[in-house]
DNA sequence: AAGTGGTCTAGACCACCAG
DNA sequence: TGGTGGTCTAGACCACTTT
Protein backbone atom coordinates (compact mmCIF):
# COMPACT_ATOMS: atom_id res chain seq x y z
CA UNK A 1 0.00 0.00 0.00
CA UNK A 2 0.97 3.48 -0.77
CA UNK A 3 2.08 5.42 2.57
CA UNK A 4 0.09 8.73 2.62
CA UNK A 5 2.31 11.41 4.41
CA UNK A 6 0.42 14.17 6.56
CA UNK A 7 0.90 17.08 5.36
CA UNK A 8 0.31 20.43 7.69
CA UNK A 9 -2.23 22.44 6.61
CA UNK A 10 0.11 25.19 7.43
CA UNK A 11 2.34 24.16 4.96
CA UNK A 12 0.17 23.84 2.34
CA UNK A 13 -0.97 27.13 2.58
CA UNK A 14 2.66 28.94 2.76
CA UNK A 15 3.37 26.78 -0.76
CA UNK A 16 0.01 28.07 -2.15
CA UNK A 17 1.60 31.09 -1.63
CA UNK A 18 5.26 30.71 -2.37
CA UNK A 19 4.28 29.44 -5.75
CA UNK A 20 2.28 32.64 -6.49
CA UNK A 21 5.53 34.54 -5.43
CA UNK A 22 7.73 32.30 -7.22
CA UNK A 23 5.84 31.92 -10.24
CA UNK A 24 5.72 35.48 -10.57
CA UNK A 25 1.71 35.87 -10.37
CA UNK A 26 1.82 37.86 -7.00
CA UNK A 27 4.81 40.75 -7.50
CA UNK A 28 6.33 42.43 -5.02
CA UNK A 29 4.19 44.81 -3.19
CA UNK A 30 1.06 42.31 -4.22
CA UNK A 31 -1.40 42.38 -1.63
CA UNK A 32 -1.97 38.69 -0.59
CA UNK A 33 -5.14 37.30 1.40
CA UNK A 34 -5.81 38.00 4.91
CA UNK A 35 -5.60 35.73 7.29
CA UNK A 36 -9.59 35.27 7.53
CA UNK A 37 -9.15 34.69 4.08
CA UNK A 38 -6.97 32.41 4.19
CA UNK A 39 -9.23 30.59 7.02
CA UNK A 40 -12.21 30.50 4.74
CA UNK A 41 -10.95 29.53 1.52
CA UNK A 42 -8.69 26.05 2.93
CA UNK A 43 -11.46 25.68 5.57
CA UNK A 44 -9.00 26.07 8.34
CA UNK A 45 -9.29 28.06 11.59
CA UNK A 46 -7.52 31.31 11.91
CA UNK A 47 -4.66 30.20 13.70
CA UNK A 48 -3.27 28.32 11.37
CA UNK A 49 -3.74 30.52 8.23
CA UNK A 50 -1.93 33.11 10.49
CA UNK A 51 0.93 30.39 11.01
CA UNK A 52 1.74 30.30 7.40
CA UNK A 53 1.59 33.79 6.72
CA UNK A 54 3.47 34.22 9.97
CA UNK A 55 6.75 32.05 8.99
CA UNK A 56 6.45 33.61 5.31
CA UNK A 57 7.01 37.08 7.29
CA UNK A 58 9.36 35.66 9.36
CA UNK A 59 11.96 34.20 6.33
CA UNK A 60 11.25 37.76 4.61
CA UNK A 61 9.12 36.42 1.81
CA UNK A 62 6.13 39.12 3.20
CA UNK A 63 5.76 42.21 4.92
CA UNK A 64 2.95 42.56 7.60
CA UNK A 65 1.51 45.36 9.15
CA UNK A 66 -1.56 45.88 11.71
CA UNK A 67 -4.38 47.46 9.91
CA UNK A 68 -2.94 47.00 6.41
CA UNK A 69 -2.25 43.35 5.28
CA UNK A 70 0.34 41.63 4.17
CA UNK A 71 2.52 42.12 1.08
CA UNK A 72 5.08 39.98 -0.98
CA UNK A 73 8.54 41.79 0.09
CA UNK A 74 11.45 42.78 -1.96
CA UNK A 75 13.75 40.02 -2.67
CA UNK A 76 17.24 41.08 -1.07
CA UNK A 77 20.56 39.06 -1.64
CA UNK A 78 22.72 38.57 1.22
CA UNK A 79 26.50 38.43 1.52
CA UNK A 80 27.33 36.57 4.83
CA UNK A 81 30.08 37.32 6.87
CA UNK A 82 31.99 40.61 6.11
CA UNK A 83 34.23 42.66 8.43
CA UNK A 84 34.21 46.03 8.07
CA UNK A 85 37.43 47.88 9.91
CA UNK A 86 36.22 50.20 12.29
CA UNK A 87 36.86 53.73 10.42
CA UNK A 88 37.31 55.01 13.86
CA UNK A 89 39.39 52.88 15.48
CA UNK A 90 41.74 53.38 12.70
CA UNK A 91 41.82 57.07 13.64
CA UNK A 92 42.40 56.25 17.10
CA UNK A 93 45.28 54.02 15.82
CA UNK A 94 46.78 56.61 14.30
CA UNK A 95 46.82 58.96 17.06
CA UNK A 96 44.26 61.34 15.31
CA UNK A 97 41.15 61.08 16.40
CA UNK A 98 38.69 63.58 18.22
CA UNK A 99 34.94 63.86 18.32
CA UNK A 100 32.38 66.29 18.06
CA UNK A 101 29.08 65.90 19.97
CA UNK A 102 26.48 66.98 18.42
CA UNK A 103 23.74 66.17 20.30
CA UNK A 104 23.28 63.93 22.74
CA UNK A 105 19.96 63.48 24.49
CA UNK A 106 16.33 61.41 25.67
CA UNK A 107 14.22 61.40 22.45
CA UNK A 108 10.98 59.17 21.59
CA UNK A 109 11.11 56.60 19.23
CA UNK A 110 9.47 57.21 15.51
CA UNK A 111 8.20 53.99 14.04
CA UNK A 112 11.31 53.63 11.85
CA UNK A 113 13.11 53.76 15.22
CA UNK A 114 10.87 51.71 17.20
CA UNK A 115 10.15 48.74 14.60
CA UNK A 116 14.10 48.61 14.10
CA UNK A 117 15.09 48.54 17.54
CA UNK A 118 12.60 46.36 18.80
CA UNK A 119 10.41 49.08 20.86
CA UNK A 120 7.25 50.13 21.27
CA UNK A 121 6.56 53.80 19.35
CA UNK A 122 7.13 56.79 21.74
CA UNK A 123 9.41 54.35 23.68
CA UNK A 124 12.10 56.50 25.68
CA UNK A 125 15.67 56.13 23.70
CA UNK A 126 18.44 57.99 23.73
CA UNK A 127 19.77 59.84 20.81
CA UNK A 128 23.74 60.68 20.43
CA UNK A 129 25.10 61.92 17.09
CA UNK A 130 28.94 62.67 17.18
CA UNK A 131 30.89 63.75 14.17
CA UNK A 132 34.11 61.48 14.08
CA UNK A 133 37.59 63.74 13.19
CA UNK A 134 40.33 62.74 11.76
CA UNK A 135 42.89 65.58 12.44
CA UNK A 136 40.18 67.70 12.54
CA UNK A 137 38.86 66.76 9.53
CA UNK A 138 35.40 65.22 9.73
CA UNK A 139 35.90 61.16 9.05
CA UNK A 140 32.36 59.62 9.81
CA UNK A 141 29.16 61.10 10.86
CA UNK A 142 27.33 58.77 13.43
CA UNK A 143 23.90 58.60 14.79
CA UNK A 144 22.91 56.38 17.69
CA UNK A 145 20.12 55.29 18.91
CA UNK A 146 20.13 53.35 22.58
CA UNK A 147 17.75 51.20 24.25
CA UNK A 148 17.95 53.33 28.06
CA UNK A 149 16.73 49.46 29.60
CA UNK A 150 20.32 48.49 28.88
CA UNK A 151 22.58 51.41 29.31
CA UNK A 152 21.35 53.82 31.90
CA UNK A 153 24.28 55.90 31.87
CA UNK A 154 24.77 55.92 28.37
CA UNK A 155 23.81 59.94 28.41
CA UNK A 156 26.10 60.64 31.35
CA UNK A 157 29.02 59.59 29.44
CA UNK A 158 31.96 61.78 28.56
CA UNK A 159 31.87 61.06 24.51
CA UNK A 160 35.52 63.41 24.21
CA UNK A 161 37.13 60.52 25.89
CA UNK A 162 35.42 57.25 25.24
CA UNK A 163 33.67 56.32 22.13
CA UNK A 164 29.95 55.69 22.57
CA UNK A 165 30.87 52.24 20.74
CA UNK A 166 33.25 50.84 23.06
CA UNK A 167 31.35 52.03 26.34
CA UNK A 168 28.33 49.75 24.65
CA UNK A 169 30.73 46.96 24.05
CA UNK A 170 31.69 46.99 27.75
CA UNK A 171 28.32 47.89 29.67
CA UNK A 172 26.31 45.42 27.40
CA UNK A 173 28.07 43.12 25.66
CA UNK A 174 26.00 42.42 22.14
CA UNK A 175 26.30 38.72 21.81
CA UNK A 176 25.29 39.25 17.92
CA UNK A 177 25.90 42.48 15.23
CA UNK A 178 23.87 42.86 12.09
CA UNK A 179 25.67 44.96 9.50
CA UNK A 180 24.09 46.63 6.22
CA UNK A 181 25.64 48.44 4.11
CA UNK A 182 23.93 50.97 0.92
CA UNK A 183 24.97 53.73 -0.27
CA UNK A 184 23.18 57.35 -0.33
CA UNK A 185 22.89 60.79 -1.05
CA UNK A 186 23.73 62.65 2.10
CA UNK A 187 21.08 65.04 3.29
CA UNK A 188 21.68 68.64 3.75
CA UNK A 189 22.45 68.12 7.02
CA UNK A 190 24.58 65.11 6.60
CA UNK A 191 26.95 67.22 4.07
CA UNK A 192 27.19 70.13 6.76
CA UNK A 193 28.03 67.71 9.48
CA UNK A 194 30.55 66.19 7.31
CA UNK A 195 32.04 69.51 5.50
CA UNK A 196 31.25 68.28 2.28
CA UNK A 197 31.95 71.93 0.39
CA UNK A 198 31.41 70.70 -3.17
CA UNK A 199 27.41 70.86 -3.62
CA UNK A 200 25.17 68.39 -4.32
CA UNK A 201 28.34 66.30 -5.34
CA UNK A 202 28.88 62.78 -4.02
CA UNK A 203 27.62 59.97 -2.68
CA UNK A 204 28.58 58.04 0.70
CA UNK A 205 28.19 54.79 2.25
CA UNK A 206 26.38 54.09 4.62
CA UNK A 207 26.77 51.13 7.69
CA UNK A 208 23.63 50.55 9.72
CA UNK A 209 24.96 48.29 12.51
CA UNK A 210 22.67 46.86 15.16
CA UNK A 211 23.76 45.13 18.21
CA UNK A 212 21.57 42.63 19.85
CA UNK A 213 21.60 41.24 23.85
CA UNK A 214 19.91 38.14 23.98
CA UNK A 215 16.21 39.02 22.40
CA UNK A 216 17.01 42.68 22.85
CA UNK A 217 18.33 45.44 20.51
CA UNK A 218 20.80 47.69 22.54
CA UNK A 219 21.46 50.03 20.13
CA UNK A 220 21.19 51.13 16.56
CA UNK A 221 24.26 53.08 14.80
CA UNK A 222 23.75 54.77 11.48
CA UNK A 223 27.37 55.55 10.09
CA UNK A 224 27.43 57.69 7.01
CA UNK A 225 30.84 57.82 5.26
CA UNK A 226 32.33 60.15 2.51
CA UNK A 227 32.01 58.26 -0.57
CA UNK A 228 35.99 57.46 -0.33
CA UNK A 229 36.80 57.37 2.95
CA UNK A 230 36.40 53.90 3.63
CA UNK A 231 39.14 51.47 2.78
CA UNK A 232 38.90 47.38 3.47
CA UNK A 233 41.79 45.69 4.90
CA UNK A 234 43.65 43.29 3.06
CA UNK A 235 42.83 40.25 3.51
CA UNK A 236 45.34 36.87 3.24
CA UNK A 237 43.99 33.53 1.74
CA UNK B 1 1.78 59.84 34.37
CA UNK B 2 3.87 56.62 34.03
CA UNK B 3 2.76 54.80 30.74
CA UNK B 4 2.95 51.09 31.91
CA UNK B 5 3.83 48.97 28.87
CA UNK B 6 2.00 46.38 28.17
CA UNK B 7 4.66 43.00 27.87
CA UNK B 8 3.25 39.86 25.91
CA UNK B 9 3.18 36.71 28.01
CA UNK B 10 5.57 34.66 25.86
CA UNK B 11 7.91 37.14 25.81
CA UNK B 12 8.72 37.65 29.87
CA UNK B 13 8.39 33.60 29.89
CA UNK B 14 11.07 33.89 26.90
CA UNK B 15 13.20 36.26 29.28
CA UNK B 16 12.47 34.05 32.10
CA UNK B 17 14.46 31.05 29.96
CA UNK B 18 17.25 33.55 28.38
CA UNK B 19 17.87 34.70 31.89
CA UNK B 20 18.33 31.63 33.25
CA UNK B 21 20.51 30.50 30.24
CA UNK B 22 22.65 33.86 30.14
CA UNK B 23 23.41 33.12 33.86
CA UNK B 24 24.54 30.32 33.63
CA UNK B 25 22.13 28.33 35.65
CA UNK B 26 21.20 26.18 32.83
CA UNK B 27 24.39 25.42 31.66
CA UNK B 28 24.46 23.74 27.70
CA UNK B 29 21.94 20.14 28.02
CA UNK B 30 19.76 21.33 30.85
CA UNK B 31 16.37 20.04 30.09
CA UNK B 32 13.88 23.34 30.43
CA UNK B 33 10.46 23.21 31.63
CA UNK B 34 7.85 21.69 28.92
CA UNK B 35 4.78 23.52 27.73
CA UNK B 36 2.81 22.33 30.08
CA UNK B 37 5.25 23.18 33.24
CA UNK B 38 5.29 26.84 31.67
CA UNK B 39 1.44 27.06 31.30
CA UNK B 40 0.87 26.37 34.92
CA UNK B 41 3.67 27.98 36.41
CA UNK B 42 3.15 31.09 34.43
CA UNK B 43 -0.63 30.78 34.37
CA UNK B 44 -0.97 30.60 31.16
CA UNK B 45 -2.53 28.83 27.97
CA UNK B 46 0.15 26.01 26.75
CA UNK B 47 0.12 27.50 23.06
CA UNK B 48 1.76 31.16 24.92
CA UNK B 49 3.89 28.67 26.52
CA UNK B 50 4.45 27.28 23.50
CA UNK B 51 5.67 30.00 21.35
CA UNK B 52 8.13 31.13 23.92
CA UNK B 53 10.04 27.59 23.27
CA UNK B 54 9.37 27.34 19.64
CA UNK B 55 11.04 30.86 19.34
CA UNK B 56 13.94 30.06 21.38
CA UNK B 57 13.74 26.90 19.10
CA UNK B 58 14.03 28.82 16.02
CA UNK B 59 16.38 31.10 17.23
CA UNK B 60 19.22 28.41 18.27
CA UNK B 61 19.07 28.77 21.97
CA UNK B 62 17.13 25.40 22.54
CA UNK B 63 17.08 22.06 21.11
CA UNK B 64 13.47 20.51 20.93
CA UNK B 65 12.47 17.17 20.25
CA UNK B 66 9.20 15.53 21.10
CA UNK B 67 8.96 12.85 23.25
CA UNK B 68 11.82 14.01 24.76
CA UNK B 69 11.94 17.91 25.62
CA UNK B 70 13.54 21.11 25.47
CA UNK B 71 17.25 21.34 26.05
CA UNK B 72 19.67 24.31 26.49
CA UNK B 73 21.53 24.45 23.18
CA UNK B 74 25.28 24.70 22.71
CA UNK B 75 26.19 28.68 21.43
CA UNK B 76 26.62 28.53 17.78
CA UNK B 77 30.23 28.53 17.15
CA UNK B 78 30.98 30.96 14.11
CA UNK B 79 34.04 30.67 12.14
CA UNK B 80 36.75 33.39 13.73
CA UNK B 81 38.10 33.75 9.91
CA UNK B 82 36.65 36.39 8.38
CA UNK B 83 35.90 35.77 4.24
CA UNK B 84 34.25 38.52 1.98
CA UNK B 85 31.74 36.45 0.07
CA UNK B 86 31.20 38.15 -3.20
CA UNK B 87 27.47 38.39 -4.21
CA UNK B 88 27.84 35.95 -7.18
CA UNK B 89 28.79 33.14 -4.95
CA UNK B 90 25.64 33.65 -2.71
CA UNK B 91 23.29 34.05 -6.16
CA UNK B 92 25.35 30.66 -7.56
CA UNK B 93 24.15 28.75 -4.33
CA UNK B 94 20.71 30.10 -4.56
CA UNK B 95 20.99 28.34 -7.85
CA UNK B 96 19.49 31.60 -9.48
CA UNK B 97 23.09 32.89 -11.29
CA UNK B 98 23.53 33.72 -15.10
CA UNK B 99 25.73 35.87 -16.49
CA UNK B 100 25.67 38.72 -19.57
CA UNK B 101 28.64 38.92 -21.35
CA UNK B 102 28.51 42.56 -22.12
CA UNK B 103 32.78 42.35 -23.53
CA UNK B 104 35.45 40.45 -23.51
CA UNK B 105 38.63 41.38 -25.45
CA UNK B 106 42.20 42.55 -25.54
CA UNK B 107 43.12 46.00 -24.61
CA UNK B 108 46.61 48.50 -23.60
CA UNK B 109 46.75 50.63 -20.19
CA UNK B 110 45.37 53.62 -20.04
CA UNK B 111 47.06 55.73 -17.02
CA UNK B 112 45.00 54.39 -14.30
CA UNK B 113 44.98 50.90 -14.73
CA UNK B 114 48.51 50.83 -15.53
CA UNK B 115 49.25 52.34 -12.16
CA UNK B 116 46.90 50.34 -10.42
CA UNK B 117 47.67 47.09 -12.01
CA UNK B 118 51.79 47.93 -11.46
CA UNK B 119 52.31 47.56 -15.09
CA UNK B 120 53.36 49.69 -17.93
CA UNK B 121 50.95 52.39 -19.84
CA UNK B 122 49.85 50.54 -23.02
CA UNK B 123 51.11 46.91 -22.00
CA UNK B 124 48.59 44.53 -23.14
CA UNK B 125 45.73 43.54 -20.91
CA UNK B 126 42.52 42.04 -20.91
CA UNK B 127 39.29 43.59 -20.27
CA UNK B 128 36.07 41.58 -19.13
CA UNK B 129 32.30 43.30 -18.58
CA UNK B 130 29.71 41.01 -17.39
CA UNK B 131 26.22 41.95 -15.27
CA UNK B 132 25.82 39.13 -13.05
CA UNK B 133 22.03 37.93 -12.63
CA UNK B 134 19.85 36.92 -9.91
CA UNK B 135 16.75 35.69 -11.57
CA UNK B 136 17.98 37.48 -14.41
CA UNK B 137 17.72 40.63 -12.96
CA UNK B 138 20.67 43.01 -12.87
CA UNK B 139 22.92 42.06 -8.83
CA UNK B 140 25.59 43.32 -10.27
CA UNK B 141 27.96 44.93 -12.67
CA UNK B 142 31.66 43.83 -12.93
CA UNK B 143 34.66 45.31 -14.58
CA UNK B 144 37.49 43.11 -14.51
CA UNK B 145 41.30 43.46 -15.62
CA UNK B 146 43.43 40.75 -15.97
CA UNK B 147 47.31 40.44 -16.51
CA UNK B 148 47.49 38.64 -19.39
CA UNK B 149 51.33 36.75 -18.36
CA UNK B 150 49.79 34.95 -15.06
CA UNK B 151 46.77 34.33 -16.88
CA UNK B 152 47.09 33.83 -20.48
CA UNK B 153 43.73 31.46 -21.50
CA UNK B 154 41.55 33.90 -19.57
CA UNK B 155 40.10 35.66 -23.10
CA UNK B 156 39.12 31.80 -24.02
CA UNK B 157 36.65 30.64 -21.18
CA UNK B 158 33.12 29.91 -21.23
CA UNK B 159 32.09 32.86 -18.84
CA UNK B 160 28.37 31.23 -19.12
CA UNK B 161 29.70 28.35 -17.24
CA UNK B 162 32.13 29.61 -15.03
CA UNK B 163 32.65 33.01 -13.31
CA UNK B 164 35.88 34.96 -14.28
CA UNK B 165 36.68 35.33 -10.65
CA UNK B 166 36.59 31.67 -9.94
CA UNK B 167 38.83 31.12 -12.91
CA UNK B 168 41.44 33.70 -12.08
CA UNK B 169 41.43 31.50 -8.26
CA UNK B 170 42.16 28.84 -9.97
CA UNK B 171 44.71 29.14 -12.50
CA UNK B 172 47.00 31.83 -10.28
CA UNK B 173 45.95 31.44 -7.07
CA UNK B 174 46.10 35.05 -5.25
CA UNK B 175 48.28 35.01 -1.78
CA UNK B 176 46.83 38.15 -1.16
CA UNK B 177 43.78 40.39 -1.74
CA UNK B 178 42.90 44.33 -0.95
CA UNK B 179 39.44 46.00 -1.09
CA UNK B 180 38.02 49.23 -1.33
CA UNK B 181 35.04 50.06 -0.53
CA UNK B 182 33.49 53.12 -2.17
CA UNK B 183 29.95 55.15 -2.74
CA UNK B 184 29.48 56.41 -6.46
CA UNK B 185 26.63 57.46 -8.57
CA UNK B 186 26.84 55.05 -11.24
CA UNK B 187 27.31 56.30 -14.77
CA UNK B 188 24.19 56.11 -17.62
CA UNK B 189 26.08 53.43 -19.34
CA UNK B 190 26.13 51.53 -15.59
CA UNK B 191 22.68 52.38 -14.70
CA UNK B 192 21.91 50.92 -18.24
CA UNK B 193 23.82 47.57 -17.78
CA UNK B 194 22.53 47.36 -14.35
CA UNK B 195 18.95 47.85 -15.64
CA UNK B 196 18.51 51.03 -13.06
CA UNK B 197 16.57 53.69 -15.26
CA UNK B 198 13.60 53.02 -14.04
CA UNK B 199 14.24 53.57 -10.38
CA UNK B 200 15.55 56.59 -11.43
CA UNK B 201 18.64 58.37 -9.65
CA UNK B 202 20.66 56.19 -7.11
CA UNK B 203 24.09 55.92 -5.70
CA UNK B 204 25.23 52.35 -5.93
CA UNK B 205 28.26 50.73 -3.72
CA UNK B 206 31.44 50.40 -5.68
CA UNK B 207 34.10 47.47 -4.76
CA UNK B 208 37.72 47.75 -6.02
CA UNK B 209 39.37 44.28 -5.76
CA UNK B 210 42.60 43.69 -6.90
CA UNK B 211 44.08 40.34 -6.33
CA UNK B 212 48.12 39.24 -5.94
CA UNK B 213 50.07 37.01 -6.34
CA UNK B 214 53.83 37.75 -4.96
CA UNK B 215 54.59 40.67 -6.07
CA UNK B 216 52.34 41.11 -9.43
CA UNK B 217 48.50 41.97 -9.74
CA UNK B 218 47.03 39.45 -11.23
CA UNK B 219 44.01 41.62 -11.40
CA UNK B 220 41.67 44.39 -10.88
CA UNK B 221 37.98 44.03 -10.25
CA UNK B 222 35.73 46.80 -10.06
CA UNK B 223 32.02 45.79 -8.99
CA UNK B 224 29.39 47.74 -8.90
CA UNK B 225 26.35 47.25 -6.75
CA UNK B 226 22.98 49.03 -6.69
CA UNK B 227 22.14 51.12 -3.69
CA UNK B 228 20.30 48.65 -1.61
CA UNK B 229 20.95 45.05 -2.91
CA UNK B 230 23.77 44.19 -0.94
CA UNK B 231 22.78 43.30 3.24
CA UNK B 232 25.58 42.16 5.27
CA UNK B 233 25.13 38.90 7.37
CA UNK B 234 24.97 38.55 11.14
CA UNK B 235 27.96 38.26 13.18
CA UNK B 236 28.69 36.86 16.32
CA UNK B 237 31.26 38.61 18.72
C1' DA C 1 -17.40 50.88 11.01
C1' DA C 2 -15.00 47.28 8.96
C1' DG C 3 -10.92 44.89 8.30
C1' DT C 4 -6.19 43.72 9.63
C1' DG C 5 -2.64 41.67 12.26
C1' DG C 6 -1.02 40.61 17.50
C1' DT C 7 -2.06 38.16 21.43
C1' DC C 8 -4.35 34.63 24.07
C1' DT C 9 -7.43 30.80 25.74
C1' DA C 10 -9.02 26.08 26.84
C1' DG C 11 -9.70 22.63 24.92
C1' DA C 12 -8.34 18.51 21.28
C1' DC C 13 -5.87 14.58 18.66
C1' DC C 14 -1.55 12.81 17.16
C1' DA C 15 3.34 10.62 16.91
C1' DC C 16 6.97 9.96 19.52
C1' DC C 17 9.90 8.55 23.51
C1' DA C 18 10.75 7.08 28.04
C1' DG C 19 10.41 4.03 32.11
C1' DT D 1 1.45 4.40 30.22
C1' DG D 2 2.34 9.10 30.97
C1' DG D 3 4.79 12.98 29.36
C1' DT D 4 6.63 15.47 25.38
C1' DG D 5 6.39 18.29 21.45
C1' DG D 6 3.51 19.11 16.73
C1' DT D 7 -0.70 20.38 14.89
C1' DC D 8 -5.25 22.40 15.07
C1' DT D 9 -9.78 24.52 16.50
C1' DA D 10 -13.27 28.12 17.46
C1' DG D 11 -13.74 31.30 19.77
C1' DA D 12 -11.97 36.11 22.16
C1' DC D 13 -10.08 41.03 22.99
C1' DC D 14 -6.97 44.54 21.49
C1' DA D 15 -4.53 48.31 18.70
C1' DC D 16 -4.23 49.83 14.53
C1' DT D 17 -5.38 51.49 9.64
C1' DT D 18 -8.46 52.40 6.04
C1' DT D 19 -12.82 53.78 4.29
Redesign the pocket.
Known sequence: MSDTV??????LIKQYIENHIASGSWPVGTR?P????L?VSF??????A??A??EL?DQGFLN???????FVAKPQVRAPHIELRNVVQNIQNLGRYSCRIVSLDSIHAD?FIAKTMRV??DDELYKGVFVHLDANKPAQLEEIYVNPSLAPAFIKQNYQKVVADAYLNWVAQPNHTEYQLSAIMPSAAQRRQLELTHEGEGPCIKITKRHWAQELVISLSILINPSDSYHLGAEIT
Not at 6 to 11: D, E, G, N, V, Y
Not at 34 to 37: C, I, K, P
Not at 64 to 70: D, H, I, Q, W
Open positions: KIPRFLVSENDASVSRMTRRLKDRAPGRGSMNV
